[in-house]
Nanobody
Framework: VLQPPESGGGSVQAGGSLRLSCKTS????????VGWYRQGPRHACELVAS?????????YYLDSVKGRFAISQDNAKNTVDLEMNNLEPEDTATYYC?????????YGQGTEVTVST
């Protein structure tokens, strides 16, 4: 059984934090930049954050999450994490990680994040 690469979702109250983790297998991700995407009741599939491979590790953030979310990678563990702080109800969505190839990518099981007021 193929395990989804995403983990770490859950339910929190507004203002809370969660840390999502993505297992970036070479088979699926190769050397591609890695993106965290989300799709929820309030928005279509959108890129939330991405990080480039290599030593530069350039990062991108959706405007609405800047200052609250932080993306990082651990090359030894082949993981890309998304630290989410000061969560808002608008962050409620299913979160997916996928290669960042410039196309919104929300498929697979993902991991659910629910933020309540």
């Amino acid at each position: 059984v193929l395990q989804p690469p995403e983990s770490g979702g859950g339910s929190v109250q507004a203002g809370g934090s969660l840390r999502l983790s993505c297992k970036t297998s070479r088979l699926i991700f190769g050397d591609s930049d890695v993106g965290w995407y989300r799709q929820g009741p309030r928005h279509a599939c959108e890129l939330v954050a991405s990080i480039s491979r290599g030593s530069e590790a350039r990062k991108y953030y959706l405007d609405s999450v800047k200052g609250r979310f932080a993306i990082s990678q651990d090359n030894a563990k082949n993981t890309v994490d998304l630290e989410m702080n000061n969560l808002e109800p608008e962050d409620t969505a299913t979160y997916y990680c996928a290669p960042d190839r410039g196309v919104p990518t929300c498929y697979g099981q993902g991991t659910e994040v629910t933020v309540s007021t």
